[in-house]
């Protein structure tokens, strides 16, 4: 009996050896678990479940080798889909394409196979649970798992509907408008100098636009006779005399004066007095008040500064949006009354080439004489038109038409958020929704679990959930190789989930789970599982000089 008992002891120690040797394998291998040798002890057992009080015991038996599950480190990579669980749960993985076998492994070395599904190295599909654009799944049932395949592109593009641009205009910026032009009244000049300066015999008359001016006294000089004549003018009008002493008429308006009918005999008296008014005219010119001016991009002086936006049609083509200010002259007319302070122009073109009827090269006007307005203290007032709107129309009948031959669109162009002050131009906000078709970039896995596709075009689409499962007794689950379980009876069903809630870990991305073999632990033990050999081999050394001492006994 010494010498089975013995015998189990070896069975024993070499069992220990092979888990410890088998630990010490995989120390560098991903997700690993370390096993451990579990003993009991041998003993006869009667027929009615007793022992005898002077058993000694009949060896020892493996009864498990239990893996322990314990946390192993992170180790952090530069591939964002090496994927690690901080705590609780199994990556769920399936062997082929629709089989509804799961397998459970806690290495996350995961990589895109050519048909765009994230595998394992063995080539297993990462189950993952359903979700919608939010992100959110219906369901955290293992059946409703699946593989997940990366698409190529986001899909079709989306048009923009809504520009935001928040600039600051200075307002110390140049005014840009027409100067304005004085008037320049029209004139009458006689041909025949004043020589007369008593009229107190003979008097004389004319007209000067309708009114008569009459002259009937003793002036005593040319000079007096021409205040006589100013002091009858109608309103607007005045007189001067050249160095000729011709006389000259000047009216409130550009018009020419209408100076006739002249009496050089008003008294009857027979003494006529020479024609002293007969001349000629000259017209001049209206008085013009400051004008705005229209904006033209082809003119950098019919504007103050400029920015540009990028928008997106529904076939996804970029067009190139440019939004022109100009600071207007406070002066400058307005429906017959001056504009005033803190006032601005904006216009938005495109390139000729992107709309029907434009030429490539050209900037084509969207929407011009847009009126912006701000606050003496800067804020912004009003914009007018209100809402500043820009239409598309497939067929060119409600808007303008793009010239790809892309879908209507209303592209609604905010300028909220914008102030002048007297700081530099500068562009403080540019939002625009929309965009083109997008080339697939990268793979972000957030803590949750949540896989989002990301794409040249800015886009982050979510594309699956990492489905997590956890079981009441993972000890139990079948070791099938590749760091891999499959649930037993024993394990208890898989509890399915997400990462981060309940008993389920974080998922970390770029990043390995290392093996939890403590070397330096399973070095010792392989020193204290070789004593045991020893000891159990010179247990049956023992027992064998016993037997033989017997035997040679005569």
Do not use: C
Request: proline share 5%; no cysteine.
């Amino acid at each position: 009996m010494s010498f089975s008992t013995a015998l189990s002891g070896l069975n024993a120690a070499t069992a220990d050896l092979n888990v410890k040797s088998n630990n010490i394998a995989n120390v560098n291998t991903t997700g690993f678990k370390q096993s451990r040798a579990e003993f009991g002890d041998v003993f006869a057992v009667s027929a009615f479940g007793t022992t005898s009080k002077t058993a000694t015991g009949n060896g020892v038996v493996l009864q498990n080798v239990a893996q322990q599950f314990n946390q192993g480190n992170l180790e952090f990579t530069d591939n964002s889909l090496d994927l690690a669980i901080s705590g609780e749960g199994f990556f769920a993985l399936a062997p082929e394409l629709g089989s509804g076998e799961v397998i459970y492994t806690r290495a996350g070395e995961f990589n895109v196979n050519k048909d765009g599904y994230i595998v394992s190295n063995e080539g297993w599909f990462l189950r993952t649970f359903p979700v919608d654009a939010a992100g959110n799944i219906a369901a955290t049932s293992m059946t409703a798992t699946g593989p997940i395949q990366l698409p190529p592109s986001v899909g079709a593009p989306e048009s923009t509907t809504q520009l935001t641009v928040a600039t600051n205009l200075p307002s110390n910026a140049d005014p840009i408008a027409t100067n304005a032009v004085a008037l320049d009244p029209g004139t009458y000049t006689s041909g025949t100098p004043v020589t007369v300066t008593d009229f107190s015999t003979d008097t004389a008359s004319f007209d000067v636009a309708g009114t008569t001016i009459t002259l009937n006294a003793d002036y005593g000089s040319v000079n007096g006779v021409l205040t006589a004549i100013n002091g009858q003018l109608p309103a607007g009008y005045s007189a001067t005399l050249d160095g000729s002493n011709n006389l000259i008429f000047t009216g409130p308006d550009e018009n020419i004066p209408v100076v006739n009918n002249f009496d050089g005999d008003v008294d009857g008296g027979g003494a006529v007095v020479a024609d002293f008014v007969t001349g000629a005219g000259s017209a001049g010119s209206a008085a013009v008040a400051s004008q705005i001016i229209p904006i033209d991009p082809t003119d950098p002086e019919s504007y103050s500064f400029s920015t540009s936006a990028t928008i997106f049609d529904s076939l996804g083509n970029e067009h190139v949006l440019t939004t022109y200010y100009q600071k207007i002259a406070a002066t400058a007319d307005d429906g017959g009354t001056p504009v005033g302070d803190n006032q601005w122009q904006a216009a938005v073109y495109v390139d000729g080439a992107d709309v029907v009827g434009g030429t490539a090269g050209t900037p084509f006007p969207l929407s011009t004489d847009i009126r912006v307005s701000f606050t003496p203290g800067g804020r912004l007032d009003t914009v007018d038109p209100s809402p500043l709107e820009v239409a598309f129309d497939a067929d060119g009948v409600g808007g303008f038409e793009w010239a790809s031959g892309a879908d209507s669109q209303l592209v609604n162009i905010s300028l909220a958020g914008s102030t002048q002050n007297s700081g530099p131009f500068n562009v403080g906000a540019l939002t625009v929704n929309g965009f083109p078709t997008g080339r697939l970039t990268g793979v972000d896995v957030s803590d949750e679990g949540l896989i989002r596709a990301t794409y040249s075009n800015g886009q982050a689409v979510p594309i699956g959930k990492i489905a997590l499962g956890n079981f009441a007794n993972p000890q139990a689950l079948n070791k099938i190789g590749n760091t891999a379980w499959r649930e037993t009876t024993d394990s208890g069903p898989v509890i399915a989930g997400e990462a981060s809630t309940g008993s389920f870990g974080q998922v970390q991305a770029g990043a390995l789970e290392t093996s939890n073999v403590d070397l330096t632990k399973e070095l010792v033990g392989l020193i204290t599982a070789q004593r045991n050999f020893q000891a159990n081999s010179k247990a049956i050394e023992t027992n064998n000089a016993i037997t033989q001492t017997i035997i040679n006994l005569r």
